[in-house]
Each structure stands twice: as structure tokens, then as C-alpha cells.
Nanobody
Framework: QVQLVESGGGLVQPGGSLRLSCAAS????????MTWHRQAPGKERELVAA????????NYADSVKGRFTISRDNAKNTMYLQMNSLKPEDTAVYYC?????????WGQGTQVTVSS
């Protein structure tokens, strides 16, 4: 079965960096586009970044452009989100996602808290 496991979240000061990982299993990772989403308290889940199956094509929400970088290692079945220059408004639970055969799959999420 499809499994997505996020890790790498934590508490960081404004201006700091974190690198999130999403370990995937149960499907042919290298053929699927993948996405990162986040959900802050009291807000809807929003798309943060997307990456094509081969890793060449990427897209970002305007709010994170120039600060976040999405990448993937198809040999390791893992996707990453490098987050730099973090702001308090980046505080959220971050989720990775894949849509396989029309069904979306989500990990359990990893908490990112940006606070001094």
C-alpha cells in the first residue's frame, strides 16, 4: 500500500532553515509527480511546491518562491523540501502528497514552528 512518511520538522527561529523529507513506498515513485502542502491552525491546507516525476519541473506558491526548494531522489524514493529564511507565517503542519490512479495519498505530516 502507498505510504508517505514526512520527517525533519521542528522549532526554528525566524530566518532559520529546515529540510523536510518524505519517504515513499508502495508505488513506483519515479513515475509520479509529487507535492508538498501545509496547513496552519484555522486555515485550509495549501499547496506549497510541486515537482515532476523526473525532478526537472518545479512550481512554488508565491509565498515561498525564492526561499523554498523542492527536490527528489528517485533512487532513494524520497522527496525533500529545503526551507530557508523561514518566517513565523510558515508555521504549519507540512504534508507530502501523491495522486495515484486518481486517489490522493497523504503522509501524517510534520510540524514546523517558526518562533523566537
Amino acid at each position: 500500500q502507498v505510504q508517505l512518511v514526512e520527517s525533519g520538522g521542528g522549532l526554528v527561529q525566524p530566518g532559520g532553515s529546515l529540510r523536510l523529507s518524505c519517504a515513499a513506498s508502495g508505488f513506483t515513485f519515479r513515475v509520479y509527480a509529487m507535492t508538498w502542502h501545509r496547513q496552519a491552525p484555522g486555515k485550509e491546507r495549501e499547496l506549497v511546491a510541486a515537482i515532476s516525476s523526473g525532478g526537472v519541473g518545479t512550481n512554488y506558491a508565491d509565498s515561498v518562491k525564492g526561499r523554498f526548494t523542492i527536490s527528489r531522489d528517485n533512487a532513494k524514493n524520497t522527496m525533500y523540501l529545503q526551507m530557508n529564511s523561514l518566517k513565523p507565517e510558515d508555521t504549519a503542519v507540512y504534508y507530502c502528497n501523491v495522486v495515484r490512479l486518481g486517489t490522493p495519498y497523504w503522509g501524517q505530516g510534520t510540524q514546523v514552528t517558526v518562533s523566537s
